[in-house]
């Protein structure tokens, strides 16, 4: 008898009494823990539709991997971020409350979004929410308040959480409300960047920038600095770079203090950095730039 | 109903009558990248439909080459989740030892001296936001956020990339509001002349240093609520350029403070922060506290909902915090900042007036008064349960791969 047939008839018993065990595990559904991949968009979102948390068009194709029961916690990318934050604490609610627990990945500005929801909301009462969203993106109650959400981590591609000195005046639109949000001064003094209650930010800075080298301190991907996409705490328009620069300070990979002796916030660690200057700030429409590094991680670890 | 949990269990079934018919070993989506020991390789997406499970892989029997290469990636992948999961569990059980709200200040590094003005250094430019080479101006503004009559002070100075100072002439200096929408709007506006003659706000004069005040209440904005932008005109060996500073302003003070009270309360030492609640609502209120000997040791943290009235905000400094640093006695506390959380609205904020310097000086305490016990939540044994289930997941895939 081939090996296989041989393995296959001897687990037969096994695989009926597994197979039985599932079948119950269904019968039973909606007592057990769900695990949810939450992404967080950056600035201009103007094509999805707030809410639905199946319009990942800001990212790339919805069909790509990118974790667990991914969902796209779309805000519209322009206005304050105050204004913005209830979609990202109503999609909190939904996915990350009771049995259920998310990951989250966010891009540029969305790292302000995450960081101000975990920093001023993270320790209120919320109610329990049932994963069911309506076409605004609110759940319903499940019964139950619990403190804050249930968070394992956080993924930030190209964090703007330091803000970026492209919103000084001239080069991005000054009447767009989220660009003042965005100044170095403002993003930094918007919240306490390290009461993340405990949660990491694992940071992913790009370094393809070239365009506005003349403007942004440093390393860049072409929107932010290191200072801000390695999550460097303090004031901003500072330099930090890749080792091979030797005029500038390194960001250090990590949660070590960089060259020259700036840390980081709290929880924060710099888990890529562009060595090679390959990736951009930019999705480009299917997860690009140092979004496609997030999104890898995502695919193998928010599972 | 809960149909996103059922998918998720017909995935699971799916995946597990995947492996029981055929007997694959486990396959990853993608594995470790050799180049990047920190994080998976960014393979090229793939589509949910492919990737959505471990377990459907078919490299072949578990002990042939490929089978054995399959179940070597598998470790190095577990290997990495268990990295992280033990990072997670053990930093946040270590963390949360203490409540949040009650930390050491080591821990928000920028949150020491909150009341330090913001320096940054940045590259001149012109109006149009373009970049002068070889020109770089060192800014300071003393708070970001300001409400009621408090005010505000800017510094310019310039220097060339050898950060040697370079005089630094400020033609023209005004203020003014910036609407939050594109509705065409009257902007407010205000001169705020920047000078260098020691007087008022500029502490020495002809230091290159130019120094500006703005006192939104006085100054035609008394009725603003929101973003006062602050242009400067400015020129440094011939070119010209501009500087641009930004405040959130909010007239209203929504409450006003009435004193400090400290008590020794279930092992730890609370301050009691009284005051006068115009706005009820959400604050977030913070403060330091020093030790005897003048070094800042904690940072002590307030965040939620209270009613309109006389009220005390907590700050509670723990007792298992206290026994582990073991500070010298009288404690100080320094520095209270607190602002009314408006959520969803901009501003989000109206700031309570800052308390500079001491507040407030402790008794003196033997050690002994406090409780060594750690901290203990529903919030806490949540996280600790639920990371701690995700730490031996990794520990018995990785034990089953060896």
Not at chain 2, 9 to 34: F, N
Not at chain 2, 169 to 186: F, G, K, N, R, Y
């Amino acid at each position: 008898m081939p090996q296989s047939l041989r393995n296959h008839s001897t687990l037969h018993p096994i695989r009926t009494t597994l197979l039985t065990l599932f079948g119950l595990l269904l019968v039973a559904g909606g007592v057990y823990a769900t695990n949810y991949s939450l992404w967080v968009n950056g600035r201009s979102n103007a094509s999805a539709v707030a809410g639905n948390y199946a319009d990942f068009i800001y990212w790339g194709p919805a069909g790509t991997a990118a974790g667990v029961n991914k969902k796209s916690v779309n805000w519209d990318g322009y206005n304050r971020v105050s204004t913005q934050n209830y979609r990202i604490r109503d999609a909190l609610d939904c996915y990350c409350t009771g049995t259920n627990w998310c990951y989250i990945a966010a891009h540029s500005a969305g790292n302000l979004q995450v960081g101000y929801a975990l920093s001023l909301f993270g320790g209120s009462t919320r109610n329990v929410k049932n994963a069911t969203p309506s076409s605004a993106g609110t759940c319903g109650d499940a019964g139950g308040t619990q403190t804050g959400w249930n968070i394992k981590w956080v993924n930030i591609a190209a964090g703007a959480g330091g803000g970026s000195e492209l919103s000084d005046a001239g080069s991005w639109a000054v009447s767009e409300p989220l660009v003042a949000d965005l100044k170095t001064t403002t993003a930094r003094a918007l919240y306490d960047h390290n009461q993340t209650r405990a949660k990491w930010f694992y940071m992913y800075a790009g370094a393809k920038g070239t365009l506005y080298s003349g403007i942004l301190p440093g390393q860049d991907d072409e929107a932010v600095a290191y200072h801000s996409s390695g999550g460097v705490s303090g004031s901003g328009g500072a330099s930090f770079c890749n080792p091979s620069d030797w005029f500038c300070n390194d960001l250090a990979l990590g949660t070590a203090a960089n060259e020259g002796g700036k840390t980081k916030w709290a929880y924060h660690s710099v888990k890529f950095r562009d060595d090679t200057e390959s990736l951009n700030h930019y999705t480009n429409g299917n997860w690009g730039g140092v979004v496609s590094k997030v999104r890898a991680d995502m695919e193998a670890n928010a599972r | 109903m809960r149909h996103p949990g059922r998918w998720s269990a017909l995935a699971v079934l799916a995946v597990a009558g995947a492996w029981l018919l055929w007997g694959q070993p486990l396959q990853t989506p993608s594995p470790p990248s050799v180049s990047d020991a920190s994080i998976p390789s960014a393979s090229p997406p793939t589509s949910d439909a492919s990737t959505s499970t471990e377990g459907g892989g078919t490299n072949g029997a578990p002990f042939s080459p490929a089978g054995l290469a399959a179940r070597k990636q598998q470790l190095a992948l577990w290997q990495q989740r268990y990295d992280r999961a033990e990072q997670v569990y053990s930093s946040y059980r270590d963390a949360t030892r203490y409540p949040h709200g009650s930390h050491p200040i080591s821990e928000h590094p920028d949150q020491v001296r909150p009341f330090e003005p913001v320096s940054e250094d940045k590259t001149l430019r012109d109006a149009s936001g373009k970049a002068v080479k070889g020109l770089r101006l060192r800014t300071t503004q003393e708070r970001v956020f300001l409400g009621g009559t408090e005010s505000v002070t800017f510094t310019i100075e310039a220097f060339d990339d050898n950060n040697k100072a370079v005089p630094l002439l400020v033609h023209q200096s005004l203020a003014q509001t910036i609407a939050d929408t594109s509705t065409p709007v009257t902007p407010i506006q205000a001169p705020v002349p920047f000078t260098d003659d020691g007087v008022g706000p500029d502490s020495t004069g002809s230091d290159g240093k130019y120094s500006a005040r703005l006192s939104p209440a006085t100054q035609g904005f008394a009725n603003h609520a929101g973003t006062i932008r602050l242009l400067a005109q400015v020129s440094a060996n011939g070119e010209q350029g501009v500087a641009h500073f930004d405040v959130v302003y909010s007239p209203v003070v929504p409450a006003t403070w009435l004193g400090t009270r400290e008590a020794v309360e279930s092992g730890s030492l609370n301050f009691y922060l009284k005051a006068q609640v115009q706005v009820a609502g959400r604050y977030v209120v913070s403060a330091r506290v020093y030790d005897g000997n003048g070094k800042p040791f904690a940072l002590l943290q307030f965040n939620e909902q209270v009613a309109a009235g006389v009220a005390e905000f907590k700050l509670q400094l723990f007792g298992a915090l206290l026994r582990d640093k073991n500070p010298t006695f009288p404690l100080r506390l320094v520095d209270v900042e607190g602002f009314l959380l408006r959520p969803d609205a901009f501003p989000d904020r109206s700031m309570m007036t800052r308390q500079s310097g001491v507040v407030h000086t402790s008794d003196r305490y033997g050690i002994d008064r406090f409780s060594s016990a750690e901290w203990n939540s529903e919030e806490r044994e949540r996280y600790l349960k639920e990371y701690g289930r995700d730490l031996q997941e990794a520990l018995d895939r990785i034990t089953a791969l060896q």
